[in-house]
């Protein structure tokens, strides 16, 4: 166990719906960190906040949106879904902004269907 | 811009015999290595990482790996493996100057191992 919290842990949704997924980091790490993994395009950062404020960008569609609230748990809101938004979401946090390691959660499997 | 190459898809091997799951990577940068195991249905979970220091780096459970420089290789060895050790596994490399912890993965090695 990691110590990362990710609700939900299964979500099937239908084709322009909206949905929010959950991430409670470690106790005490500020980074928080989430990844898309999918068959075809793999294991891909999305987007990086520490302590509320976002410090990276990686490959997030414009549909998709994050932010971290201030007791650090942060929300994934994937909206206008489509076929190709299935994949498994995984949150993982680390103790600082430039921290060396980061732990994954056990990921959301989102289906579009 | 950072890739990480894994060089092999699938590794097929029998119990208790010795492994090696390839990783290459592309930067010109100084960084950090990885690896994260990700066993059926699970989350990912790190196996062991470089940081800085020795280039020989261990896990708990008897993995090693080791960073060669002048090669851009982080590859990773079992001396014998264990039905327990099935498991797709992931290179990963980070910019050490990006100050956010950024991981490029390979594309993963899946880990079959029989009796």
């Known amino acids: 166990d990691s110590g990362v919290t990710q609700t939900p842990k299964h979500l099937i949704t239908a084709t322009g719906q909206r949905v929010t997924l959950r991430c409670s980091p470690r106790s005490g790490d500020l980074s928080v960190y989430w990844y898309q993994q999918s068959l075809d395009q793999g294991l891909q950062f999305l987007i990086h906040y520490y302590n509320g404020e976002e410090r990276a960008k990686g490959n997030i569609l414009e549909r998709f949106s994050a932010q971290q609230f201030p007791d650090l748990h942060s929300e994934l809101n994937l909206s206008s879904l489509e076929l190709g938004d299935s994949a498994l979401y995984f949150c993982?946090?680390?103790?600082?902004?430039?921290?060396?390691?980061?732990?994954f959660g056990e990921g959301s499997w989102l289906t579009v269907v | 811009a950072q890739s990480v190459t894994q060089l092999d898809s699938q590794v097929p091997v029998f119990e208790e015999a010795p492994v090696e799951l390839r990783c290459n990577y592309s930067s010109s940068v100084s960084v950090y290595l990885f690896w994260y195991v990700q066993y059926p249905n699970q989350g990912l979970q790190l196996l062991l990482k470089?940081?800085?220091?020795?280039?020989l780096v261990k896990s708990i459970n008897g993995f090693e790996a080791e960073f060669n420089k002048s090669q851009t290789s982080f590859h990773l060895r079992k001396p014998s493996v264990h039905i327990s050790d099935t498991a797709e596994y992931f290179c990963?490399?980070?910019?050490?100057?990006?100050?956010?912890?950024?991981?490029?993965f390979g594309q993963g090695t899946r880990l079959t191992i029989n009796p």
């Open positions: 990963a490399v980070s910019d050490k100057q990006q100050g956010a912890q950024k991981l490029v």
């Open positions: 993982a946090s680390s103790v600082s902004v430039d921290g060396n390691t980061i732990y």
């Open positions: 470089y940081l800085s220091g020795s280039t």
